[in-house]
């Protein structure tokens, strides 16, 4: 796909760290580009860096998603390119004993259920509703309508201590790749995904100096933690290199997460 004025783009969780980063790279190209997100103050600040637009958008809910992308679609068009980076994550352990006075606990279905309802269901709601409208498109000279990049973790494949739901809701991710690809290939549209490993987001921005050195060193090659240009670097080879389909993708440095 050829990435110029001429082509529109969504991403979601584009407010910070690697939808940010694509963000401002697809924009690089020339590419408009609606930045979804429930971050106000941050995604107003990008999408005015990048002469973007900002359209608040909670993916777990229906009518927020349909606003966001009507707004989006308003400004720049039907989207040619969806990339999903929304999501976010929690750690509990499936059942634990405490260790001050041996009570046991499981770990709370209503934590795990929303875990899912963002990473994987927020996702699927979000391209079903792209797709729908890249149906609308007439195919450009290569031949395509669109192209859809998401958002998936290493945990999919390797899964920490306390990821239960983290890693079900990425290995949902990966699981739904193929299938959408093969959903849409009669269309001309490729859907593709990412395995982050270690990423220098905000996210790990606050954590302490030492926890930080701990994560680069247990990168094998390079031993430091991902750059979200380095990702959005990916998701540009993803959307712009059209034999590129139904790939699932590690970007982790070769790194394979230990139990904890």
């Keep these: 796909m050829?990435?110029?004025?001429?082509?529109?783009?969504v991403v979601t969780g584009g407010a910070s760290g690697l939808g940010a980063a694509t963000a401002r790279a697809l924009a690089a190209k020339g590419v408009k580009v609606a930045i979804f997100d429930l971050q106000e103050e941050k995604g107003v600040a990008v999408a005015n860096e990048i002469g973007g637009v900002f359209c608040e958008c909670n993916v777990t809910d229906d009518a927020s998603v349909d606003a966001a992308?009507?707004?989006a679609r308003e400004a720049h068009g039907q989207e040619r390119i969806l990339v999903n980076c929304a999501g976010t994550g929690n750690a509990i352990k499936t059942a634990s004993r405490s260790k001050e006075d041996g009570s046991i606990k499981h770990f709370p279905l209503d934590a795990f259920n929303w875990i899912i309802q963002i990473n994987l269901v927020g996702t699927?709601?979000?391209?079903?509703?792209?797709a729908a409208g890249m149906l609308t498109l007439d195919p450009m000279a290569d031949g395509e309508r669109g192209a859809i990049v998401n958002t998936a973790?290493?945990?999919?494949e390797d899964g920490q201590i306390g990821q239960a739901a983290?890693?079900?809701s990425k290995g949902g991710v990966v699981g739904m790749t193929l299938p959408v690809a093969r959903d849409l290939a009669s269309e001309n549209?490729?859907?593709n995904t990412i395995l982050p490993g270690i990423f220098d987001?905000?996210?790990?921005?606050?954590a302490p100096q030492n926890v930080?050195?701990?994560?680069?060193?247990?990168?094998?090659?390079p031993k430091r933690l991902g750059n979200p240009d380095e990702y959005a670097n990916l998701a540009l080879c993803m959307i712009e290199n059209g034999y590129f389909n139904g790939e699932d993708v590690r970007l982790d440095g070769g790194i394979r997460m230990a139990p904890r």
């Design 2 to 9: 050829k990435l110029d004025s001429t082509v529109s783009a």
């Design 69 to 71: 992308f009507a707004k």
């Design 124 to 130: 699927f709601r979000c391209i079903a509703r792209s």
């Design 153 to 156: 973790s290493v945990a999919a």
């Design 166 to 168: 983290y890693s079900a």
């Design 189 to 191: 549209i490729r859907v």
């Design 201 to 206: 987001t905000p996210l790990l921005g606050a």
């Design 212 to 221: 930080r050195d701990a994560l680069a060193a247990s990168v094998l090659n």
